[in-house]
């Protein structure tokens, strides 16, 4: 693949300004209009307007830059340099196993492309409960299609693997509806690797799109720089203190002090809440962190007769909504289905077992699919999410419970993902959890999924979605920021990413925080008194 184009370094040798880690020195002071915490979904779209607008931005990223030149599919290096915590990030009981990006693009670098607006009756309930009644479908869909249309999103065309595969054809026996999930891709080479960073530069993340942008109109680029803390002063933040980084996270230099008219966090929920909780920014209503929601993701293991080679092809390209839909949105807790890849540290390290019995799940790598099931927390009272806290040297935690209620929900999916398994031909079936067996036929799995002991540690639950902690509502009672971004409590501050959302989506989130990140930047770029830019 040395033949392909290698933007990053491209734009590097035409003198981007790059500093932290292996690029210049940073410096000791900075000073700009806009200062962006992160460089993912909403500080990319962030960045790309504000530049367009004429503003001098200052994006700081606590992880590395890398590109498709080092993108070479290796699951080793891709964790270790692309997410936080080397893809071992917990919430605070051990119990979930969180995937977040920490690098340059954020989770856009390493997601699977899939890009979902957000749901309609997800929309409507934060309408009804957190009073953000212009966040309605017909009002963020000239939002979406700004995003979409940037970003090369529109259905995968392409045949999906045999992994979506099975997803498609075992609903479909089942007359259960399935859906072409859309993609921000642009001449897709189909390699499978989405997660491990896109080496031929198809993924239309924030990498390879609005960074670039951004770069190009003169911006400046920190990475491997932590924004440690702000500083404040009344209603004001008057400085950001940020401190270079080692690749594995630990302060290795003096830090710097960045001042700005405006600052936006867009540093992800977990990260996002963290910050502004080591700021001791103001909090009188004790939101600070609260209400932070993952998908909680189960699994179902299914071996078949014949290839499935689940680490090849477009990882998600088929998903179903059905079980969304069953019930109202504040009854037993709906869920998503899609599929996994198959890749092997990602496969046998999240699939259970040990010894003999992880070794022939190796071999049976080949045949072997992996579905998974989303579910929509925050709409109940017993899926109200999790709270993210500090420790004691102020990097940050999550303590998300898992309770009954969403454990009665994974049972439910286990039971769902089984009857579509064994109806696309499965051999045997077995649900992600460690009391399972591999079952032969549907009755048997019947059986045993019902006498499964639901509990943390014993259900495999994970998320590579985070969501809430800095809660968008119409008041200061409901929410840390405003309906237009910005801070109830602080007037040069806005907060541009997923921390936003009042609940989760039951749909990746990506093209929802790409949706907002646009609405809101435009009205700061009026409100910072610059020329005004559309996106797309």
């Known amino acids: 693949m040395s033949s392909i184009p290698d933007p990053i370094l491209e734009g590097l040798q035409r003198g981007w300004k790059v500093h932290g880690g292996a690029h210049a020195t940073l410096p000791a002071t900075l000073d700009c209009d806009v200062a962006i915490i992160g460089s993912g979904a909403g500080a990319g779209i962030t960045a790309e307007m504000l530049a367009r607008a004429g503003l001098k931005i200052v994006i700081v990223e606590e992880g590395p830059l890398r590109s498709s030149s080092q993108f070479k599919q290796r699951e080793l290096d891709a964790y270790r340099e692309l997410y936080q915590e080397s893809a071992g990030r917990k919430t605070v009981d051990q119990a979930m196993n969180i995937l977040q990006g920490r690098c340059v693009g954020g989770s856009t670098t390493v997601n699977w ?14 309408g009804d409960k957190f009073g953000l009644t212009d966040f309605n479908e017909a009002a963020m869909a000239p939002w979406f299609e700004q995003v979409e249309t940037r970003l090369n999103i529109g259905d995968w065309l392409t ?187 990602f496969a046998l390290t999240n699939g259970g077992g040990i010894g003999a019995e992880l070794a022939q799940r190796a071999r049976d790598m080949p045949r072997t699919q992996l579905m998974i099931a989303l579910l929509r927390d925050g709409f109940h009272a017993e899926a109200a999410g999790g709270a993210v806290k500090l420790r004691g040297d102020g990097t940050p935690v999550l303590d998300y419970a898992l309770s009954d209620y969403l454990l009665e929900g994974v049972r439910r999916s286990y039971l769902t993902m089984a009857e579509i398994q064994f109806a696309a031909g499965a051999k045997t079936v077995r649900p992600v959890h460690e009391q399972a067996a591999g079952y032969a036929n549907l009755a048997e799995a019947k059986q045993g999924i019902a006498g499964l002991a639901m509990k943390p540690f014993f259900a495999t639950v994970g998320s590579a979605h985070v969501m809430g902690g800095c809660t968008m509502a119409a008041d200061a009672n409901r929410g840390v920021v405003r309906p237009d971004g910005q801070h109830w409590q602080l007037a040069n501050l806005s907060v541009h990413d997923g921390s936003l959302f009042p609940t989760s989506l039951g749909a990746n989130p990506q093209l929802t925080v790409y949706g907002l990140a646009t609405r809101l930047t435009s009205g700061l770029i009026q409100r910072l008194g610059a020329k005004a830019v559309t996106l797309a």
């Open 113 to 126: 492309t899939g890009s979902f607006r957000t749901p309609p009756d997800a929309l409507a309930y934060w």
């Open 159 to 345: 045949e999906p693997n045999e992994n979506n595969g099975v997803l498609r054809r075992g609903a479909e026996k089942l007359g259960i509806p399935t859906k072409v999930v859309r993609r921000n891709v642009k001449g897709c080479w189909n390699l499978g690797s989405c997660g491990m960073g896109c080496p031929t530069n198809a993924k239309q993340s924030m990498l390879v799109s609005t960074l670039p942008a951004a770069l190009d109109l003169g911006a400046t680029l920190l990475v491997q720089t932590r924004a440690a803390k702000f500083e404040l002063q009344g209603d004001k933040v008057t400085a950001l203190v940020a401190e270079p980084v080692a690749l594995d996270g630990t302060a290795n230099g003096a830090p710097l002090r960045i001042t700005a008219r405006h600052y936006v966090v867009a540093g992800g929920a977990i990260n996002s809440p963290a910050l502004l909780l080591r700021s001791s920014a103001p909090d009188p209503h004790g939101l600070l962190g609260k209400r932070t929601f993952l998908h909680p993701t189960a699994g179902g293991v299914a071996l078949f007769d014949h290839d499935v080679a689940g680490w090849a092809g477009a990882p998600l390209s088929v998903f179903c909504d059905h079980f969304l839909h069953t019930g109202p949105i504040d009854g037993p807790v709906g869920y998503k289905l899609e599929v996994a890849p198959v890749h092997p540290a």
